[in-house]
């Protein structure tokens, strides 16, 4: 139920939720110069998100054996990637030890349209009817 809550007001609360975790894509550290995610993401962010995206849920040490990243890194960037919205977090209980089960709350192709559309929607707010024409230049291109 409590996933359900969150997924519901997530939705519902889309744009709004990003604007306040400024500390994960950061609109105004944008580094082109780097290849796919890691334009907004930081590697370690970006690793664990396409792993995410890859192969569905899994647990931290499942990430960290995949990932080749530190037990601890894993363990707060999963942390910050929760509550930034991009991951969701589940709690299984076996054999009476508790254990989080993590999986991304969109997919791949959702995440960059939205980073994409905050993307041009600051551009456009920056520099307007210049950034429309510059926009047009786009069209048809892949």
Not at 44 to 59: D, H, P
Not at 87 to 96: K, L, S
């Amino acid at each position: 139920m409590l996933i359900w809550i969150t997924l519901k007001y997530f939705s519902a609360s889309f744009n709004i939720f990003y604007v306040n975790c400024k500390h994960m894509v950061k609109l105004d550290q944008i580094n082109i110069s780097n290849e796919g995610l890691t334009k907004f993401f930081s590697p370690i962010e970006s690793a664990i998100m396409k792993t995410l995206w890859n192969e569905g849920e899994m647990m931290t040490s499942e990430l960290t054996e995949k990932t080749k990243i530190p037990l601890t890194s894993v363990a707060g960037t999963l942390d910050r990637l929760v509550k930034a919205g991009y991951a969701m977090r589940r709690v299984e209980t076996v054999n009476g030890r508790v254990r989080y089960v993590y999986a991304p709350v969109s997919s791949e192709e959702e995440a960059a349209t939205e980073i994409t559309t905050r993307v041009l929607d600051s551009l456009v707010d920056a520099f307007g009817p210049l950034a429309l024409e510059n926009f047009s230049k786009y069209s048809g291109k892949k």
